[in-house]
T-cell receptor, first 115, second 111 residues
Framework: DGGITQSPKYLFRKEGQNVTLSCEQN?????MYWYRQDPGQGLRLIYY???????QKGDIAEGYSVSREKKESFPLTVTSAQKNPTAFYLC??????????????FGPGTRLTVL | GENVEQHPSTLSVQEGDSAVIKCTYS??????FPWYKQELGKGPQLIID?????GEKKDQRIAVTLNKTAKHFSLHITETQPEDSAVYFC??????????FGTGTRLLVSP
């Protein structure tokens, strides 16, 4: 099955803890993205990576960190510096440099709740 | 940067009716306009997209129209069914630039 997987589906964090959300894709896509979704709102870009070992901040990167050591993996760490991390987190990927590269496909999401 | 506005925020229709959701964008250089459907607790699914070299695209009961002059694009769903109930998002981007999303439209189709 080709696609994007995110784990865990639900995650609970205590105040002051760092947590890492997993995102894996087997679509052979070069670019990967992390979005945050709050109730009743659109998707806001946290970080994105267009190629292995390179990534850029999105619109709301403060309190988050990422790595891109492998093409298929783009984990997101929510640090204790993120003051309001309770949200639905979505990972997406899009194709390589040939053809239409901007079509993004999304994973099923991780719901993070701070206790 | 790009800004995308989406209307209405909520849309209720009877089964069998048509539904239209509209988006406007600010960056005249944007050339890619996808629409996503998101069911409760799930990730968004791409349902249709259009590029700036065409004015309309259809896929069965779904169509998207693009007016580059006015900088707006619309999603049309005909013969709506209860399973069409979901939140729909529009988005816009330039080539190789990030997608900018609208705030979503909650569509409710009543039997």
């Amino acid at each position: 099955d080709g696609g994007i997987t995110q784990s865990p589906k639900y995650l609970f964090r205590k105040e002051g803890q760092n947590v890492t959300l997993s995102c894996e894709q087997n679509l052979n896509h070069d670019a990967m993205y992390w979005y945050r979704q709050d109730p009743g709102q659109g998707l806001r870009l946290i970080y994105y990576s267009q190629i292995v070992n390179d990534f850029q901040k999105g619109d709301i990167a403060e309190g988050y960190s990422v790595s891109r050591e492998k093409k298929e993996s783009f984990p997101l760490t929510v640090t204790s510096a993120q003051k309001n991390p309770t949200a639905f987190y979505l990972c997406a990927s899009s194709g390589g440099l040939a053809g239409y590269t901007d079509t993004q496909y999304f994973g099923p999401g991780t719901r993070l709740t701070v206790l | 940067g790009e800004n995308v506005e989406q209307h209405p925020s909520t849309l209720s229709v009877q089964e069998g009716d048509s539904a239209v959701i509209k988006c406007t964008y600010s960056d005249s250089a944007s050339n890619y306009f996808p629409w996503y459907k998101q069911e409760l607790g799930k990730g968004p699914q791409l349902i249709i997209d259009i590029r700036s070299n065409v004015g309309e695209k259809k896929d069965q009961r779904i169509a998207v129209t693009l007016n580059k002059t006015a900088k707006h694009f619309s999603l049309h769903i005909t013969e709506t069914q209860p399973e069409d109930s979901a939140v729909y998002f529009c988005a816009a981007s330039r080539s190789f630039q990030k997608l900018v999303f609208g705030t979503g439209t909650r569509l409710l189709v009543s039997p």
